[in-house]
């Protein structure tokens, strides 16, 4: 449980504190190389500081620790030797990369270092090097180096200018990489005016200064005074308008409208109302109006729908009729949130749900969310009778093409098709062969060796490097291997990897059940949702502990831990938190207080267990009653909305397989959430 706004014990936060209790495959082989129990520990021992030197850039600790592992023959050498090169790797030459290479051929830390490796090339500009290089990069997973190897190809002669849009569009922050190619690019005239001013709104509308700075910069240089203005004080800039109209000027008025309506949309939308909206250009104006609707839609004001429609009237009124605005698809999923928190009997709501979802990315429109909402406009849309059933027939299609998918919404599609939900059949039980196969494999040995020395992040990453392409047996064999090790974060996340052979208790496995199960009916909450939000939270890890101190299987701060115990009279020390019966009984009486002072809804007791309370307490607000679904979709949190998403799809599985009657999701999420009637009690405050 957490008490801030971005979910502080996701899984993928939890830092190098897990100690899970597990047999070394690599110690067994020590001990065949001839290593004693005690010069095996004195070995792993010298990874961990290994590991701690390289935090403190101690270049001749790790040389001493390289050779140490190096004559005892130590499974992990080679990671030393990573960090050991990594260490220095300015001062580099291909040649010691190469002989990295030839010592640890076709493994992670090789592929890794050549990440390391090219994003040191492409600083250097040795694009000779680079380009052998690249080819043998097997993750590609970098941005930076994509924008370096585009680079490149435009440096031979090659047409880049779509995919490099697309890698500088996606760049995050200002990197040397990416502003390099869009800074070379511009010279040739492959980026236009319009793809730079693009580039500066999702800049903006991100929050990343530096890179609209820079996109702008690309225009001329003469624009970066007021870039720095609009950007510190955009009121200031609008009301002083330094410069006369102009195309580019017209852009940066834009921008300031953006920047105001971060933080006031309500003050953006009177701007726009005074004076703005007229001496825009339409299609400016338009963005301008969406931006306000944006934000608006994220502070959950009852006037963003009224916003967004401004901005789509003023879009048709100029653009070609089929023309979609260059908006971004996060922008575009506030309007569709927006439209969901508006009264059902909104004439205007289902109509801007799907407009905004057919002005998306065509991979954004098949994501299952707005798959399954745009299915929900066309039915609500629909004429009666013969006229309605085409777009009746397209949503119903549109369902079924998500509903076997097991996540939220395809739980919800089949609930909407009438469509029972069944498990998947189990797999056939793995072959002594292939649990063999996975055991003999070196990178699962690493990344279990890894892990025991409490190297997470690197067991993680080695782990899933080995699990590159698997095909369903192999990875089934391998979360199984996980399964039986307890380490079961890798067991979940394996096994949901496979595409046709699903295996629903690797995917939801069930440790610790009897005590769940006990300690769920003592506070009298669902052992599956229990299990649902542990599997969220911690998967099933006893002492796990996030980056800011949530701790145990419920992840509980420390506050929380401390109020609960009270309320449920434990004598308590902070020592017991990660103790499992504690833990569970805490969290689980945590959880059933937060549920009742939010009128039993599941939805906002899972948005409380991960945001603190007092946030569903407003979210709920807004003067309108809301389906618990769409309630979910408009949390403003990416982090909790897909938290609350997770666990409450988590729970039907949970039920299913704990031998329950299988629920419909929307059974689970319950009655309509409403604002608190003003005859129900206060909600309880002292409720951390």
């Given at each position: 449980?957490?008490?801030?706004?971005?979910?502080?014990?996701?899984?993928?936060?939890?830092?190098?504190?897990?100690?899970?209790?597990?047999?070394?495959?690599?110690?067994?082989?020590?001990?065949?190389?001839?290593?004693?129990?005690?010069?095996?520990?004195?070995?792993?021992?010298?990874?961990?500081?290994?590991?701690?030197?390289?935090?403190?850039?101690?270049?001749?600790?790790?040389?001493?620790?390289?050779?140490?592992?190096?004559?005892?023959?130590?499974?992990?050498?080679?990671?030393?030797?990573?960090?050991?090169?990594?260490?220095?790797?300015?001062?580099?030459?291909?040649?010691?990369?190469?002989?990295?290479?030839?010592?640890?051929?076709?493994?992670?830390?090789?592929?890794?270092?050549?990440?390391?490796?090219?994003?040191?090339?492409?600083?250097?500009?040795?694009?000779?090097?680079?380009?052998?290089?690249?080819?043998?990069?097997?993750?590609?997973?970098?941005?930076?180096?994509?924008?370096?190897?585009?680079?490149?190809?435009?440096?031979?002669?090659?047409?880049?200018?779509?995919?490099?849009?697309?890698?500088?569009?996606?760049?995050?922050?200002?990197?040397?990489?990416?502003?390099?190619?869009?800074?070379?690019?511009?010279?040739?005239?492959?980026?236009?005016?319009?793809?730079?001013?693009?580039?500066?709104?999702?800049?903006?509308?991100?929050?990343?200064?530096?890179?609209?700075?820079?996109?702008?910069?690309?225009?001329?240089?003469?624009?970066?005074?007021?870039?720095?203005?609009?950007?510190?004080?955009?009121?200031?800039?609008?009301?002083?308008?330094?410069?006369?109209?102009?195309?580019?000027?017209?852009?940066?008025?834009?921008?300031?409208?953006?920047?105001?309506?971060?933080?006031?949309?309500?003050?953006?939308?009177?701007?726009?109302?005074?004076?703005?909206?007229?001496?825009?250009?339409?299609?400016?104006?338009?963005?301008?109006?969406?931006?306000?609707?944006?934000?608006?839609?994220?502070?959950?004001?009852?006037?963003?729908?009224?916003?967004?429609?401004?901005?789509?009237?003023?879009?048709?009124?100029?653009?070609?009729?089929?023309?979609?605005?260059?908006?971004?698809?996060?922008?575009?999923?506030?309007?569709?949130?927006a439209a969901l928190r508006t009264a059902a009997k909104d004439k205007h709501r289902w109509p801007l749900v799907q407009r905004a979802i057919e002005a998306m990315s065509p991979a954004e429109q098949r994501d299952a969310s707005w798959v399954y909402w745009k299915a929900r406009a066309q039915l609500?849309?629909?004429?009666?009778?013969?006229?309605g059933e085409p777009a009746r027939a397209a949503a119903r299609l549109a369902l079924e093409g998500i509903s076997p998918q097991l996540n939220f919404y395809g739980q919800l599609a089949a609930d909407e098709l009438g469509v029972r939900l069944t498990l998947p059949p189990t797999p056939v039980a793995?072959?002594?062969?292939?649990?063999?196969?996975?055991?003999?494999?070196?990178?699962?040995?690493?990344?279990?060796?890894?892990?025991?020395?409490?190297?997470?992040?690197?067991?993680?990453?080695?782990?899933?490097?080995?699990?590159?392409?698997?095909?369903?047996?192999?990875?089934?064999?391998?979360?199984?291997?996980?399964?039986?090790?307890?380490?079961?974060?890798?067991?979940?996340?394996?096994?949901?990897?496979?595409?046709?052979?699903?295996?629903?208790?690797?995917?939801?496995?069930?440790?610790?059940?009897?005590?769940?199960?006990?300690?769920?009916?003592?506070?009298?909450?669902?052992?599956?949702?229990?299990?649902?939000?542990?599997?969220?939270?911690?998967?099933?890890?006893?002492?796990?502990?996030?980056?800011?101190?949530?701790?145990?299987?419920?992840?509980?701060?420390?506050?929380?831990?401390?109020?609960?115990?009270?309320?449920?009279?434990?004598?308590?020390?902070?020592?017991?938190?990660?103790?499992?019966?504690?833990?569970?009984?805490?969290?689980?009486?945590?959880?059933?207080?937060?549920?009742?002072?939010?009128?039993?809804?599941?939805?906002?007791?899972?948005?409380?267990?991960?945001?603190?309370?007092?946030?569903?307490?407003?979210?709920?607000?807004?003067?309108?009653?809301?389906?618990?679904?769409?309630?979910?979709?408009?949390?403003?949190?990416?982090?909790?909305?897909?938290?609350?998403?997770?666990?409450?799809?988590?729970?039907?599985?949970?039920?299913?397989?704990?031998?329950?009657?299988?629920?419909?999701?929307?059974?689970?999420?319950?009655?309509?959430?409403?604002?608190?009637?003003?005859?129900?009690?206060?909600?309880?405050?002292?409720?951390?």
């Open positions: 449980m957490k008490d801030g706004a971005q979910g502080l014990g996701r899984w993928s936060r939890i830092g190098n504190m897990l100690k899970p209790r597990l047999p070394v495959p690599a110690l067994a082989l020590l001990l065949a190389l001839g290593a004693g129990p005690l010069a095996a520990q004195r070995l792993d021992d010298t990874v961990v500081q290994a590991r701690e030197a390289l935090r403190k850039k101690d270049q001749a600790a790790l040389v001493n620790a390289a050779r140490t592992l190096q004559a005892g023959g130590h499974p992990l050498t080679q990671w030393v030797e990573y960090w050991q090169i990594g260490n220095r790797l300015v001062e580099a030459r291909q040649a010691d990369l190469n002989d990295f290479y030839a010592r640890w051929p076709a493994t992670y830390v090789e592929d890794r270092l050549r990440n390391d490796w090219l994003l040191e090339l492409g600083k250097r500009r040795d694009w000779d090097n680079f380009r052998v290089e690249f080819p043998r990069f097997r993750m590609n997973d970098d941005r930076e180096v994509t924008c370096y190897a585009l680079l490149t190809q435009h440096l031979a002669g090659q047409d880049v200018r779509e995919p490099a849009l697309a890698a500088w569009n996606a760049q995050r922050d200002l990197d040397d990489g990416c502003n390099l190619m869009a800074t070379t690019l511009r010279e040739a005239r492959q980026f236009k005016d319009s793809d730079l001013w693009h580039k500066a709104r999702l800049a903006v509308e991100v929050n990343r200064p530096r890179a609209a700075r820079a996109a702008v910069g690309l225009l001329r240089p003469g624009l970066d005074a007021a870039m720095a203005e609009l950007l510190d004080n955009p009121m200031r800039y609008l009301t002083r308008r330094p410069h006369p109209s102009s195309v580019n000027a017209h852009e940066l008025d834009v921008l300031a409208l953006m920047r105001v309506a971060a933080t006031d949309p309500d003050l953006a939308a009177r701007e726009l109302d005074s004076k703005w909206d007229q001496e825009l250009p339409v299609t400016q104006a338009a963005t301008a109006w969406a931006h306000v609707a944006r934000h608006a839609a994220l502070k959950h004001q009852t006037n963003a729908t009224e916003y967004a429609r401004r901005a789509w009237q003023r879009w048709d009124s100029a653009a070609r009729p089929g023309t979609q605005p260059a908006w971004s698809d996060e922008l575009l999923a506030w309007h569709v949130r609500a849309r629909a004429p009666s009778g013969p006229d793995l072959s002594e062969t292939e649990r063999e196969a996975a055991l003999a494999q070196p990178g699962f040995t690493r990344a279990l060796h890894l892990i025991q020395l409490g190297l997470r992040s690197e067991g993680v990453r080695e782990w899933n490097f080995t699990l590159r392409g698997l095909d369903d047996r192999a990875l089934l064999a391998a979360a199984q291997l996980a399964c039986d090790k307890e380490i079961w974060d890798r067991c979940i996340n394996t096994s949901e990897r496979t595409r046709t052979e699903i295996h629903m208790a690797q995917r939801f496995p069930t440790p610790h059940r009897g005590q769940i199960e006990a300690k769920a009916r003592l506070a009298g909450v669902d052992p599956a949702l229990v299990l649902g939000l542990i599997r969220q939270e911690s998967r099933f890890i006893m002492d796990a502990r996030s980056g800011v101190g949530a701790s145990g299987l419920m992840q509980l701060m420390p506050a929380t831990a401390r109020w609960t115990a009270r309320q449920v009279g434990i004598n308590y020390t902070q020592q017991m938190i990660n103790d499992r019966d504690v833990n569970l009984q805490l969290g689980t009486a945590y959880f059933k207080r937060v549920m009742d002072d939010l009128d039993g809804s599941l939805a906002m007791a899972a948005a409380a267990y991960n945001a603190g309370p007092g946030r569903p307490r407003r979210w709920r607000e807004g003067g309108t009653e809301m389906e618990p679904a769409a309630w979910a979709e408009s949390i403003p949190f990416t982090e909790t909305r897909d938290y609350v998403k997770k666990v409450l799809s988590n729970t039907v599985y949970y039920t299913a397989l704990l031998g329950q009657p299988l629920p419909t999701l929307k059974s689970r999420l319950g009655k309509p959430i409403a604002p608190r009637a003003p005859t129900a009690a206060a909600p309880d405050k002292e409720i951390p």
